[in-house]
Every structure is written in structure tokens, then in C-alpha cells.
């Protein structure tokens, strides 16, 4: 039995330091032995969190001795790297090893005629699984399941059932359920292995069957299988073919990695940020993060225009150029806080047509009221501060204006996108700011030019 | 069998609509039917996507005959308004029905005595099960486990198993792994149901026991759980106590709720919102979202304070003021990028004390990067726009100050929290802006007041 949370606590710091340490000082055999006492797990996080430089070295003295698995963990910026380490022979043998979805993964990204050669070191048989899962579309039902299941014919009994799984040698150890299938392959059904296990061995299988299990085409995308996953509580789930035919079948721990994935770019993404930003390398990071900031800079240029509108007017009240960003400040965050909400709700399928006008309408009244509650604390404020009343109403007055156009924005926006096929995560902040930013400038100058100059 | 994705699909706007017809028209029989053809999931999606009065509406007419499951699936806001419908009966009822990590879930929530109301309704038995459950700390092992499991001693073989879960009636259905423990209900290892299945009767159970199972102390928070499972792939995890007694086993699906909302608890805290604002009313969320804007308000203030010592130059150049914002927008926005992959690796273990200096000059390398980039874009432009070279070099110098502080306060601040026991995904956005509007402003203003007066 393992101590509770081993696995958890084994790639402490200090382990990593001492594989760092060791390569440092040349002794090869210390740092590959340290590696190897770790899981799959430990050495892809080791892999992860050492320098570019001492990953390679690492890579270097592993080769074939490299635990498959450990790839399978690796996340893909680092994958990718440490397949350049490795020879069409050594990473043949780890698809050899690995579950096809596993071993198709691995292939996927690797340049056409690097992923021919490593084909070619593998048997027929191999070679064929292999490319029947590349067939389907990147993040489809048909890439992340595994082909080796139990399927009994609807014909047998629970006894037969049984001693075909203590005759056949090569079953899958993860199996929690065999699935029922009829003369033509098409699957009608399910039984839980611990069902089966009750029962005694005249019953024939179609008497325990499940016939309203649900199942996934292979071309239905990753995220919806997860969907299905997590609203019907499955641990495997069958895929099948336009016609029935049973052809694999998910299993919940790809599922687990897949809603880590998916959560983990939303994310991401609303941070302005790519898929493994933390892996990739200094200048690919730079290119990767400055086109997100230029497009910002184009938002925050927008809205320095608008300010240029107002040039005389901050000319004879220098306490506009003052005050204005936090008008537009308050506005961007009260409109990311509606923007979240709406991104989270859309991705979870919890806003929808059915809802939307009550959310917009709820964000409207709650923009509305925050905005008086800070148009009224922000405009004493500035009374206190600039002794001018107006100057105080034109703030408060901005505030508010914001802050609805804020709520406006942020559920719009989202829902907008997301509308069109645009994915809302990626692009509804800076449409937003660019928003708050206008609107925040354009209602505290203009009032004040109206009211004050 | 179900056809493909109905399950996702079953709860379509047009349905939603209907059964809000059916209610607004009075046509209650017809609007319960409509919700009861739904499964459990489907239930739960329509009562969180009507209106309030709607919903209580709704949960009048169902009363008893709401199905315990549709409470599991509820978002917390949403479960605490239906609950509010029901009597301590009725609850009772449901608790009754489902597991027991379910049922003190639902209890949990609920005032001390109304809770205690509810449990009196309930048998000896069930009422110390659920109170067992509850005395474990929220969000840990112990309430997320099941009790129901099948257990059986060391000295049996795989025939008196396969005989013991034919007699037994009350087994679970979901049962994936047998457990197997020694005389004093110690864990010894388990045994995956698909492994007993292959082995002839008398072999004895000991020959197929894992003993290198990861288990969970009663005690472990449900983060530490999901980690778990994650990084071994696990469908199933024994729960013992302090002196490694098997009290429950946690399934794979209770996980993937977790893990659900810890990705979205991150999400929705970057964001500056807290969990379950999409189905908090109006007057929760302003006030929830108000206290989130009033820290920002104090930010904005203080950026706006370091402009007031400014006064004086910006009356002299006025554009000093239509500038001003997109030096502290790019800082804003690349500390943003910076703060949440840092927010993201802490989360997931990926940033340790064993790669922080790396991830922090890695940071550095990329604002001082990227500050040059935009600081010869927006440096070349002013020149163009204002034809001052000298207001561009500012401009340009300032931008690459404020990128390079970005990136050191958007690494810092994070690691700092976290080291400090503080949730870095709270707080590190608005110490960060405030960061990069002081010295966005301090920066361009300070190099303005120096060499353009």
C-alpha cells in the first residue's frame, strides 16, 4: 500500500534538484537513476521543470529505456521537444507499447515524413490501428478511444461470457463493462461487469443487457464527449459508427484530460495566453503573446483618439486627465466580471436562448446599481477633493453610463460570438475594454465639456 | 439505445420555452409532465434556466415527486431556493434516496436547525450514516466517499467472491474493484472486478490483490483527491482512516465534479467573481461584485493620485494625457498574460521552487522582449502623430519599463501569495494593475517632466 499522497509529494523540489545537480557534476548514472525511481508521472514532471538544456541531456540517457507512458504525460511543447531527442526507432518502440489513442497522439505532430518513417518500423497490424485513429479528426471520439474492449455476441450466456474472458489472453485489464453486439457488430447494449457477477451462469446476457446506454459517434468532438461524461456520470462510454457498428470505447481518465484541457484554455485564453505558454520557448512566447498585444494596442490607441477629441477641455481642467482612468478602470473590470460569468455560462451550456434576456436584464440592473453605488463614492470623493460639485456629478454621472454600457457589452459581446462561431473566450475582453475604454472617456469628457467648460 | 448526443440535446431552448408557456398559462399538469420526461441532469438544466418564481413554481407542483438526483445536479444557489420549497419531509425523503455522500451535500448547507429537523425524519441508520459523512470537513475525502462498497476478507478465494456478491442483495451497481481487507478492516489492495472475472474459482483472492493502491486519508482535501486521480489515471480510490481502515470508497465521477469546480473557480476568480454568480439574484451580486470593484476603485485611485503629481506637465503638454492610458493598458495586459499562466502552473503543480528563478527570467526576457517591440511601434507613431521625437523616445522608454515590471510583478506577485498561503488567483490581478498603472504613469510622466520641460 502506497503512503497517502505519494504520488502527489514525490517530485518534491529538492528531487529535482538533486537530478539537476547531478547532471551538473557529470554523474549520468545518479541523475538517470533518480528518474527512473519516479512513476510515468513524477519523470514527465521532472522533464517539465528542468532547463531546456538539462531535459535533453536527460532524454539523452534514457533513450529506449524511456518509459512510454511517461510521454503520454509530457505536456505537448515539451512532447515535442523531447521527441527530437529520440530516433524513429525508439519512438516506434514506445507506439508499440502504448494504447492506440495514446500512440496516435504521439504521432499527430510530428512533421508527415518523420511520423512515415516511424510507421514504417512497426508491423502491419500495428501500423493499421494506428493510422484507422489518425484517420479522424484531431480532438474527435474516434482519436481518444481505445480499441481493445470486450464484445460478446447477444447469443451467449453469463457462463459462456465468463469463460471466454478466462480463455482470451490479451483482454484489456480496464475493463468495467462488456458490450453486447449483434451479428452485424452493431452494438445493442452494455453489462456492468459487476452485474455480471451476480448473476448466475445459465442467464443468458441479453437478460442483464443495458439497451439505453448512451454512445458517441467517432467524429463527435472531444468537448461533447465530456459533456456526456460528466452529465450522465459514465466511466466508458462505446463509439460507434454512422451505422451502430461498435468500434471502441472512451474511458474516463481521457475524458479527466480532456476537461483539464478544456478548462485550462478558457482560461488561458480570456488571460490572453495560448495553450502550454509555459513550455514553449522565450521567442516563441514573445511572438505567441505580442499579437495579443498588439491588438490591445490598437484598443488602447482607439481610445487615446478619443481623449485626443478632447484636448482643449483637459487644457483648462488638468484634474480630467486626473480622474478619467478611473472611470474607464471601473468600467473594464465591472464589464470582465459580466464577461466571465457569460463565457463560463456559454461554455457549460447554462446560457442559453432560454435565459439570455433574463441574464442581460439581471447584468443590466446589477451595472446599474454598482454604478450609482460608486458614481455616489467616487463623486463625493472628488467633491472632497476638488471642492466642485459638478466636477463630482460629471464623475458620477460618467460612472454610471459606464457601467451599464459595461454590463451591455459583457453579455452582448459573449453571446455575440459565440453567435457567429467566433469563440467567445478568446476575443470578448478586448472588444470589451475597447468598450469600457470609449465609453469611460467619451461620457466623463463630454459631460465635462458640456457642463463644465 | 439512445440516440446520439440526445442526452446534450434534451434541454433545447424550445423545450425550456415550453414548459414556461405551459406555467404562464396555467397548464401546470402539462408543465410538469414536460420537466418528468426529462432525465435527472436534464431536470436540473431547465430549473436553473427559468425564472425564480418560475422555478418554485415548478418545484410546487413536483413536491414529492422531485427525483433526489435532480438536487445533485443543481448549481449551489439554485439548490438552496428549491430546498427553501421544500418541507423537512420531503427533503428527508430525497436524503434517503440517494448515496450518502450525496445526501449530506444536501444537507450540509442547510441552518443547524432545520437540518436537525430533517434528520429526525430519518431512521437511526441513515441518520448516523449522514451524520458520519458531515463530520468530516467540507471538501475533504471523507464527504466526497461512499460507503457502499464490496469488501471481503483475505482468507477467501475467487469462488466464495463470486458466491458472497450472488447472495449479497444490497451491492452496488457500480462497482469496478473489490476491496480486500485483513481481520481488523485494514485496506489490503484491491482487486479489479475484469481480473477475478479471468481467474478460475479456487484460486485464493490474495494471488490477485494490488497492493500498490493508492489510497486517501479520510482527511485529504478533495484538490489533493483530484490530483489523484489525475496523475494515475485512477477510476476508483479506496478512503482510510488514521490507522489505514477502509471506510469508503470515492468514484470517478464525484472527481470530475471537483475538478469542474476548481477550473471554474479559478476561471470565475481571475475574473473578479465568485462561484455561482450566474445563478446568485440581483441584490447578492451587486453586493458579491461590489466588493471586488471597490478594491479596484482603490487602485484607480491610487493611479490617478500618481498622475495628480503631475498636474503641471500635463497642462503643458496635453498630450501627455491622450498618451498616458496606452502605457498603463500594455503593462495591464501583458501582466495579465504573465499572472495567469503563473496562476494556472501554481494551480497544477507546475511552478515549484525548483524552476521559479527559470519561469522568472523566462518572464523578464519576454516583457523586455516584447517592451521593445512596442516601444519602437508606439514610439514610431507618436513621432508621426505629434511629430516630436523626443515625446516618442518617452513613450517608447516608458513602455519598455512598465513591460519588464509587468512581468516581474506578474511572476512575483502570484508566487509571493502562494507562499504566503494567499490564493493567487484572488488577488494577484488587482495587485498586479495596480502595479502597472504606478508605474505605467510614474514612468511616462517622470520621463516626460525630466526631458520634455
Partial sequence: MSADGEALDEVTPERVRRVEDALAEGRNAEAKQLLEELSAV???????????????????????????????????EV??????????KDIAAAARELETDDAASLLEDLP?????????ELTPDERAEIEKALAYPEDSAGRMMQRSLVRVPQSWTVGQVIDYCREAGDLPEDVYDLFVVDGSGRLKGSVPLGRMLRTKRPVPITELVDPDIPSVPATADQAEVAHLFRDQNLVSCPVVDDKGRLLGVIMVDDVVDVIDEEAEEDLLKMGGVGHDDMHANTVRTVRLRGVWLAVNLLTAVIASLVIGQFEGAIEKIVAL??????????????????VTVAVRALAMGELTPANALRFIVKEIAVGGLNGMIFALLMGAAVVLWYHDWRLGAVIGAAMICNLVAAALAGTLIPIGLQKFGVDP???????????????????????ATLFLL
Same sequence: chains 1, 2.
Wanted: net charge negative.
Fill in 321 to 338: 486627465a486626473v480622474l478619467m482612468p478611473i472611470v474607464a478602470s471601473m468600467g473594464g473590470n465591472a464589464g470582465t466580471q459580466t
Fill in 112 to 120: 508527415e515524413a518523420e511520423r512515415r518513417e516511424i510507421l514504417a
Fill in 79 to 88: 512532447r515535442d521537444d523531447v521527441l527530437d531527442q529520440l530516433d524513429s
Fill in 42 to 76: 513524477g519523470q514527465a514532471a521532472v522533464l517539465e521543470q528542468v532547463s531546456e538544456p538539462q531535459r535533453d541531456a536527460l532524454v539523452g540517457l534514457l533513450k529506449r529505456d524511456l518509459d512510454p507512458e511517461v510521454l503520454t504525460e509530457l505536456d505537448d
Fill in 425 to 447: 473566450a478568446v476575443s470578448s475582453t478586448v472588444f470589451l475594454t475597447t468598450v469600457t475604454d470609449v465609453i469611460g472617456f467619451l461620457a466623463f469628457l463630454g459631460l
